[in-house]
C-alpha cells in the first residue's frame, strides 16, 4: 500500500493536496513503484531558503529539494521508503507566470523532478548522459501527468 502524505505550510497558494497526491501516485505508478512512500512539504520562499541554507549550505530560495532516504548509511533499509520532496509555492508561482504557465502545472512538474531525484536521476552531479535521460524522463512522465491532470496544458 501507497503512502504519500502532503503537508501544506504556505498560505500564498491554494493547493489541493488530494489531487496532488493523486499526481504523486500517477508518478510513481508510472515509474515502477506503487508502493513507494513519499512526503511532500509545501513552503514559502523563506521556509525553503532556510532548509537550502542548513542542509545544503546553499543560502537562497530555490524550487525543490528531495532528500532521499535511499542514499548513505540507511539506504536499503525500508526500500519503498524514497525520501522528502520540499516545494516552494512562491518560487513555483513566480516561475510559472514568467513562463505563461499555470501554476498547477508548475508545481506538478516540480513535485515529478523531484521524485525523480528520489528515484536516483541527477542532473546536477552527474554527467551530461545522466542529465538528458532525466530530462528525456521528466518529459515523458509529465506527458502521463498533463494527460490525465492538466487537459494538455505545456511544462517548463
Same mark, same amino acid.
Not at 513507494?36 to 542542509?55: K, P
Not at 513562463?99 to 542532473?123: K, M, N, P, V
Given at each position: 500500500?501507497?503512502?504519500?502524505?502532503?503537508?501544506?505550510?504556505?498560505?500564498?497558494?491554494?493547493?489541493?493536496? *488530494?489531487?496532488? !497526491?493523486?499526481?504523486?501516485?500517477?508518478?510513481?505508478? !508510472?515509474?515502477?513503484?506503487? /508502493?513507494?512512500?513519499?512526503?511532500?512539504?509545501?513552503? /514559502?520562499?523563506?521556509?525553503?531558503?532556510?532548509?537550502?541554507? /542548513?542542509?545544503?549550505? =546553499?543560502? =537562497?530560495?530555490?524550487?525543490?529539494? #528531495?532528500?532521499?532516504?535511499?542514499?548513505?548509511?540507511?539506504?536499503?533499509?525500508?526500500?519503498?521508503?524514497?525520501?522528502?520532496?520540499?516545494? #516552494?509555492? %512562491?518560487? !513555483?508561482?513566480?516561475?510559472?507566470?514568467? !513562463?505563461?504557465?499555470?501554476?498547477?502545472? %508548475?508545481?506538478?512538474?516540480?513535485?515529478?523532478?523531484?521524485?525523480?531525484?528520489?528515484?536516483?536521476?541527477?542532473?546536477? =552531479?552527474?554527467?551530461?548522459?545522466?542529465?538528458?535521460?532525466? +530530462?528525456?524522463? +521528466? +518529459?515523458?512522465?509529465? /506527458?502521463?501527468?498533463?494527460? +490525465?491532470?492538466?487537459?494538455?496544458? *505545456?511544462?517548463?
Amino acid at each position: 500500500m501507497v503512502t504519500i502524505h502532503i503537508e501544506n505550510r504556505q498560505k500564498s497558494q491554494k493547493i489541493e493536496t *488530494a489531487v496532488l !497526491a493523486k499526481v504523486a501516485q500517477t508518478i510513481l505508478n !508510472a515509474s515502477g513503484c506503487p /508502493d513507494g512512500e513519499l512526503s511532500v512539504l509545501i513552503v /514559502d520562499d523563506a521556509a525553503i531558503r532556510i532548509i537550502n541554507r /542548513d542542509y545544503l549550505q =546553499r543560502d =537562497r530560495a530555490t524550487n525543490v529539494i #528531495s532528500f532521499s532516504m535511499q542514499e548513505g548509511e540507511q539506504a536499503g533499509l525500508h526500500p519503498n521508503l524514497l525520501g522528502d520532496v520540499v516545494i #516552494s509555492a %512562491e518560487t !513555483a508561482a513566480r516561475d510559472a507566470a514568467e !513562463a505563461g504557465l499555470g501554476f498547477e502545472s %508548475e508545481l506538478y512538474f516540480l513535485l515529478l523532478h523531484g521524485i525523480l531525484h528520489l528515484l536516483g536521476y541527477d542532473h546536477e =552531479r552527474g554527467s551530461a548522459e545522466q542529465a538528458a535521460q532525466m +530530462e528525456a524522463r +521528466e +518529459e515523458d512522465l509529465f /506527458d502521463v501527468v498533463k494527460a +490525465e491532470f492538466l487537459d494538455g496544458t *505545456a511544462a517548463s
